[in-house]
């Protein structure tokens, strides 16, 4: 049990680090879930949704290619067959504006200085 | 602000076109203002990570040593195509490119460099606006007069306005300079910056001094589709990422996220990334339509540069950075004609659209005109050919008792039953056609 919890730790922090804190260079590099690479991507919390989907469009979209395409798996559809967008965790790349092709989604960009804020880019 | 107290230019978008644009009309004077919509410029750009310089150099002679944040100059590429478990790369190093100007091809961290760049732009007299998003142009007989943004700024005025607001160009479309995005066009992208020390990077990728390396990789390194991954080597991180079209991510179901997952543990990919510590996950959009996809560059009081006019010369050159730039300071440099002439209508204008035309800008991508309709109608170059190539080269690189001469016949024969003759003298001309 403890074994494999020390694994999933491991995982979880991807390059392992040695005894004395130095980080093995021969370990896998660091994968990581969405959720947690976003954690590393700084964002500045805007107060309004910048992507706004209508349902009543999105229910007749077969494919739903907006649950592809975007980097953050920002779109998911619910028990209740709703497309459902975390806009909070947008990376403004616009994908799935291109791929909207009924025009379900009404794409903006955030307010000024808000959402994504790259600092390596 | 009133129609009276306007600027002389209005350029929208801190990206590599802005920025060159306010550069250079503010060295000549003008009352430039940059509106970025970011919290700084930078802030919201990304990009594969190869900048090209020769504009730069032209602008800020010998940046490399005026502390403009660029990481590694480019001496090797490699370009790979990659099966489940093989890969066949072409690699070139030119000890040459490690001399000034290195061969204009730096490798680069948007956040950091646009930042730089849009100092020197202030320093020359360009004002900048950050946190300005705008929604909308200002119209008045037809002619554009300025901007509309969001929030408290308002109503901004101007003589000329440059869209370079990227590959989102939403102002470009509303203006019918060009129709909706497809998505067979727009190459979505996501990339992660991935720590390691530059020791360990030099040794891995046998780089010495400020040398960087390009690596690029085809086929199964985006699961077999058209697309391609890439790692470069920044200072201290490596940039890792890869890019396919919106729509065949769409209707192949494939995810970004985990297609560069699965790049990354590629047997080829994996030793190169060991040890490696994500510092940050972005996306971004490369507009590749091409020459045919170029929407007109101007109109009465309005020009549009860099990705918002899909200037990415999606050849094996893929660059994107260098045209941006061209054509943020011919735009800068008409605005500056037009302001002698007094006359912001197309009439001087026009002379945006002449220069570009003039320039690699436009004859590059007219040079690879045929490239984006091969990309999208060809995906047997990126899923099976590679496949059976890679196969028949293994089988003829393959150890035993088998004499040479026999092995040569079954490669034939196999080749023949996979691809045929005729076909593949065709599908050879094809890739003459469209790149030779």
Redesign the interface.
């Known amino acids: 049990m403890s074994s494999d919890k020390k694994d999933n730790d491991n995982k979880s922090k991807?390059?392992e680090k040695t005894g004395d804190g130095k980080?093995?260079?021969?370990?896998?590099?660091?994968?990581?879930s969405?959720d947690d690479?976003?954690f590393?991507?700084?964002f500045?919390a805007d107060t309004e949704a910048h992507l706004v989907v209508d349902n009543t469009i999105c229910k007749t979209c077969k494919?739903k290619?907006c649950t592809?395409?975007c980097?953050?798996?920002n779109y998911t559809v619910n028990e209740k067959e709703d497309v459902i967008v975390s806009w909070e965790s947008c990376?403004?790349?616009?994908?799935c504006?291109?791929?909207c092709?009924p025009k379900g989604l009404s794409w903006?960009?955030?307010?000024?200085?808000k959402?994504?804020?790259?600092?390596?880019? | 602000m009133c129609e009276e107290e306007k600027f002389d230019l209005i350029i929208v978008g801190g990206g590599l076109a802005g920025i060159s644009a306010a550069l250079t009309a503010a060295r000549e004077g003008l009352e430039v203002v940059l509106l970025e919509r970011g919290e700084y410029p930078g802030s919201k750009n990304v990009m594969g990570g190869i900048l090209f310089t020769q504009i730069l150099n032209k602008l800020i002679p010998e940046f490399w040593d005026k502390g403009a944040p660029v990481e590694r100059q480019v001496t090797k590429r490699t370009f790979s195509l990659l099966t489940e478990k093989s890969e066949l790369a072409v690699s070139l190093n030119f000890r040459d490119f490690n001399e000034a100007p290195f061969n204009n091809t730096f490798t680069c961290l948007r956040s950091k460099f646009d930042q730089w760049y849009a100092e020197q732009a202030e320093e020359a007299g360009a004002e900048i606006f950050p946190e300005t998003v705008v929604d909308s142009l200002i119209k008045k007989d037809g002619k554009i007069i300025g901007v509309n943004a969001r929030g408290e700024d308002g109503e901004l005025y101007a003589d000329c306005v440059i869209l370079a607001d990227g590959a989102n160009s939403l102002l470009a479309r509303d203006e019918g300079l060009h129709q909706e995005f497809d998505g067979k066009d727009m190459v979505v992208c996501c990339k992660e910056v991935i720590s390691l020390p530059q020791e360990v990077i030099e040794d891995r990728f046998h780089l010495e001094g400020n040398e960087g390396a390009a690596l690029e990789f085809f086929s199964d390194a985006v699961g077999g589709v058209v697309g391609s991954g890439f790692i470069y080597t920044n200072k201290d991180t490596l940039s890792v990422g890869l890019g396919l079209p919106v729509d065949v991510s769409g209707d192949k179901q494939l995810k970004p996220y985990e297609l560069l997952d699965r790049f990354k543990n590629h047997p080829c990919v994996r030793p190169l990334l060991r040890g490696g510590e994500i510092l940050e996950y972005s996306a971004h959009m490369i507009p590749e339509m091409g020459f045919d996809g170029v929407p007109p560059l101007y109109k009465d009081g309005l020009m549009v540069t860099g990705d918002a006019a899909g200037l990415v010369n999606t050849s094996i050159f893929h660059e994107g950075s260098c045209l941006a730039m061209a054509s943020g300071v011919m735009a800068a440099e008409t605005v500056i004609a037009a302001k002698k002439a007094n006359d912001f209508t197309s009439n001087t204008l026009k002379l945006y659209d002449e220069k570009m035309r003039d320039s690699f800008v436009i004859k590059d991508l007219k040079r690879f005109r045929r490239v984006p309709e091969f990309l999208h109608g060809s995906p047997q170059f990126f899923g099976e050919y590679p496949k059976i190539i890679l196969d028949l080269i293994q089988k003829y690189f393959t150890v035993s008792e088998t004499p040479k001469k026999e092995t040569e016949k079954e490669i034939f024969a196999s080749f023949r039953k996979e691809i045929g003759m005729l076909k593949g003298i065709k599908e050879g001309y094809k890739l003459w056609r469209t790149f030779g």
């Open positions: 991807g390059s980080i093995n260079y021969l370990s896998p590099c660091e994968s990581l969405v690479r976003l590393r991507t700084r500045i494919d290619p592809y395409v980097p953050v798996q990376l403004e790349c616009g994908a504006r291109v791929a092709i903006k960009y955030p307010n000024g200085g959402g994504i804020c790259l600092r390596q880019g």
